[in-house]
């Protein structure tokens, strides 16, 4: 196996990123723009720029980054409001809901095993589930008001600069 796919293969595995979205090129990874939606929301649910994939997105929990260092993406225009909440809201109700449940048919037990079990674990994997949630419906955002259009434009000209974001040279997007 050539080095340059054994580091392609790791860049993909902990980075977590789309396969067509980074290359390695002399031992550089470039960043470049996912090539679908599910790129982008990937990206974003990993804590790292959609649009570029090379930096985090999040300076603090859940605080994005006002610009992308790599990219120079604005993310102080993008506000995902009550969404994430909703997003952890309905993904813990499927998860809690039939496990209380499920425990109470078969075992009964009084009240405060519930509070005992299920207060802490909601309150962990809300938090686990809060920045990922955030970030993807970010990604969402960005892909729908811009994203797509770049794709597209990309895909007919690789060698093109977004006319909306200003793109970097690809000298700022090396080794990121
Ligand atoms: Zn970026």
């Not at 610009?67 to 909703?86: H, K, L, M, T």
């Not at 449940?101 to 037990?109: A, R």
């Amino acid at each position: 196996m050539m080095v340059a796919e054994m580091v392609t293969m790791v860049d993909m595995l902990f980075h977590r990123d789309h396969p067509n979205a980074t290359s390695v090129d002399d031992g550089n990874l470039i960043c470049l723009r996912p090539s679908s939606v599910m790129g982008a929301i990937w990206r974003g649910t990993g804590g790292r720029c959609p649009r570029c994939g090379c930096t985090r997105l999040f300076k603090r929990f859940l605080k994005p980054v006002s610009r992308c260092v790599a990219c120079g993406e604005d993310w102080n225009a993008r506000s995902s409001d009550d969404f994430p909440p909703y997003i952890v809201i309905l993904v813990l109700g499927h998860i809690i809901a039939p496990g209380m449940i499920g425990l109470e048919t078969m075992v009964h037990p009084p009240l405060w095993v519930h509070l005992v079990i299920w207060l802490p674990l909601v309150a962990i994997l809300g938090a686990a589930f809060i920045q990922p949630a955030k970030g993807g419906v970010m990604a969402l955002q960005w892909w729908l008001a811009d994203g797509s259009d770049q794709a597209s434009e990309a895909a007919h000209n690789p060698e093109g600069a977004s006319a909306s974001t200003p793109e970097p040279s690809s000298s700022e997007l090396r080794g990121c």
